[in-house]
Nanobody, 118 residues
Framework: QVQLVESGGGLVQAGGSLRLSCAVSGRLFSIIAMGWHRQTPGKERDLVAR?????????ADSVKGRFTISKDNAKNEVILQLQMNSLKPDETAVYYC??????????WGQGTQVTVSS
């Protein structure tokens, strides 16, 4: 199994920045992809950014040039981060980190609220 603990959400004014972190521990050798999603009430959870096999990075079109996903590998954990710049009010959402392990199983963080005020 894999454990995920998120941090870093909060309230920011439009145009501001936030950095989200997700501490990942457990069976790290089984991880094949890691990423961030966001969800607003009544809507589906949408992919924001992902690091896949070979460290290939994918971004949603709406965040390209403003968001940066990164990961730092330590001995017993991986820290997945999402640097979000020039935030917009419509990006207010709960942000979730996701880890996909071999076999296609997904694990999710608890979610962290990001609120962007206009």
């Amino acid at each position: 199994q894999v454990q995920l603990v998120e941090s870093g959400g909060g309230l920011v004014q439009a145009g501001g920045s936030l950095r989200l972190s997700c501490a990942v521990s457990g069976r790290l050798f089984s991880i094949i992809a890691m990423g961030w999603h966001r969800q607003t009430p009544g809507k589906e959870r949408d992919l924001v950014a992902r690091i896949g096999s070979g460290d290939m990075v994918t971004y949603a079109d709406s965040v390209k040039g403003r968001f940066t996903i990164s990961k730092d590998n330590a001995k017993n954990e991986v820290i997945l981060q999402l640097q979000m710049n020039s935030l917009k009010p419509d990006e207010t959402a709960v942000y979730y980190c996701e880890v996909i392990v071999s076999g296609g199983v997904s694990y999710w963080g608890q979610g962290t609220q990001v609120t962007v005020s206009s």
